[in-house]
């Protein structure tokens, strides 16, 4: 998403931001960001591990499932 933007949309933006916030609160309002980008990539990293976690056990279970089937048709 924010490849997308490109540098002439961020100047713009970084320019609005000046106009709106002023130059004494830009490091703040950066540094609020950048905290809160990091809390989301490690929320987000913690679902997906997760979720992965899960889909493996199923998987696991699934195919020790078929294991036993394959072995038991052998028999």
Known sequence: MIQSIGVPGLIIILVIALILFGPSKLPQLGRA???T???????TKDVVDDVSGEF??????FTSTENKKEESAKK
């Open 56 to 61: 493996k056990e199923v998987k696991e279970e």
């Open 33 to 35: 960001v950048g905290q």
């Open 37 to 43: 980008l990091k809390e989301f990539k490690a929320s």
